[in-house]
Structure formats: C-alpha cells, structure tokens
C-alpha cells in the first residue's frame, strides 16, 4: 500500500537589507538560487535550509527555516556564515555524458 504524498508547507520569509540598493540572494541547500529581489525580499517558499547573500559573492548566511520569519541583513550577519553550496549539475547520456 502506498501511502498518500504529503503537500509541502510554504512559510512566509523577508528579509531587508540594511540598504534599499542591496541585492539580496536567496539560494536553496543544494546551491540552486531562488529569488533575488534589491532592498527587501519577501517571498513564500518550502520549509528548509537556505542561504542568504547580500550582494553575489560576498559572504554566506544559513537559514534553517521551520516558521514564518523575517530578518534584517544586521540579524543575519550577527549570525554564522556557511559556504554556499556547489550545484551538483549532471548531464543526461543524451549530451554526450554518462551520468555516473
């Protein structure tokens, strides 16, 4: 038997930048980026682990998100950084590739 599939939950997440003129970054745990908004980022996604940048390529903030939130760049940088993941990126044996 098999068991019915379980709707995700979406939570509620924004996050200001301390200026209106900063890119904010949000990437997913495998690497991926998400969304990316200038100022303010305020978006419904899955609960999770996601990394936020302030500007590509400067440091890595995690965010482990189980409830709706709402952080201010001061907040995330009084917190760790982490490295932002590496996409795991596989070509398909239709490119030429194998996908071992």
């Known amino acids: 038997m098999t068991s019915p599939a379980t709707n995700p939950t979406y939570r509620k997440l924004v ?3 301390s200026s209106p003129t900063t890119d904010i970054w ?3 745990d495998k ?3 998400v969304q990316k908004e ?3 980022l305020e978006t419904n996604v899955t ?3 996601y990394t936020v940048e302030f ?3 400067t440091l890595t903030y995690p965010i482990h998100l189980t409830e709706d939130a709402r952080y201010t760049g001061a907040q995330l940088r009084e917190g760790p950084t ?3 993941p590496i996409p795991n990126i596989e070509l398909g044996e ?4 194998s996908l071992a």
Do not use: K
């Not at 239709?94 to 590739?97: H, T």
């Open 15 to 17: 996050i200001v930048a």
């Open 26 to 28: 949000l990437g997913d």
């Open 31 to 33: 690497g991926h980026f």
């Open 38 to 40: 200038t100022g303010t």
């Open 47 to 49: 609960e999770g682990r």
């Open 55 to 57: 500007g590509l390529g």
């Open 82 to 84: 982490c490295p932002r």
């Open 94 to 97: 239709e490119n030429g590739q």
